[in-house]
């Protein structure tokens, strides 16, 4: 089982909140992805890091923000949650140079009400 | 034109079923081809992967890459109402970036 952790599972919030969705993984993991999923739809890429201190927006626009100050850690935040952001949210790791296999957290089910 | 195609589905077969799920894809500079399995409430977990084309079998399960179609596929023999779950391709480009996702196809297997 990977150890990657998500929290929270499941979040109901207002709109104009402010949000962090937490990521952590303890495999000492360079690389960390944040998808979005919708029903029916492929997993877009939204946030990607490649290591300390290093962030990409990837290729779906998003109004979210990431940071990743510890190799363990990789937080995304809304500043101002809106319904459209009401989707599943996946956080993945992948090791370094030569490594293809991607670990995926359990993800949040984010509702923006 | 999207770089990774797969029907959605859903597939619903009897248990004891071959089972066919199918991606095609565009860019020919993918070179690693995987196929997640992905259960309700859960992230998705590697299942199989491929490198360039050629079969792979594991247990009742057979990947399949033909890359001079631009075609992978997916067989499970014997399907057990355990398979059901959504099945998302993947492929890599080998230089580190994020896979590429399809966009799924979900099966259910009836006893």
């Known amino acids: 089982e990977a150890d990657i952790y998500q929290t929270p599972r499941y979040l109901v919030i207002g709109t104009g909140k402010k949000i962090t969705l937490e990521c952590s993984q303890t495999?000492?993991?360079?690389?960390m992805y944040w998808y979005q999923q919708d029903p029916g739809m492929e997993l877009h890429l939204i946030h990607y890091?490649?290591?300390?201190?290093?962030?990409e927006k990837g290729d779906l626009s998003s109004e979210s923000t990431v940071s990743r100050i510890r190799t363990e850690h990789f937080p995304l935040t809304l500043e101002s949650a809106r319904p459209s952001h009401t989707s599943q949210y996946l956080c993945a790791s992948r090791a370094g140079q030569g490594a293809f296999e991607a670990f995926f957290g359990q993800g949040t089910r984010l509702t923006v009400v | 034109q999207k770089e990774v195609e797969q029907d959605p589905g859903p597939l619903s077969v009897p248990e004891g079923a071959i089972v066919s799920l199918n991606c095609t894809y565009s860019n020919s500079a993918f070179q690693y081809f995987m196929w997640y399995r992905q259960y309700s409430r859960k992230g998705p977990e590697l299942l199989m992967y491929?490198?360039?084309?050629g079969n792979k079998e594991d247990g009742r399960f057979t990947a399949q890459v033909d890359k001079s179609s631009k075609y992978i596929s997916l067989f499970i023999r014997d399907s057990q109402p355990s398979d059901s779950a959504t099945y998302l391709c993947a492929m890599d480009k080998g230089s580190g970036y994020a896979l590429n996702f399809g966009k799924g196809t979900s099966l259910l297997v009836t006893p």
């Open positions: 495999m000492g993991h360079d690389k």
């Open positions: 491929t490198y360039s084309s």
């Open positions: 890091s490649y290591g300390v201190n290093s962030t």
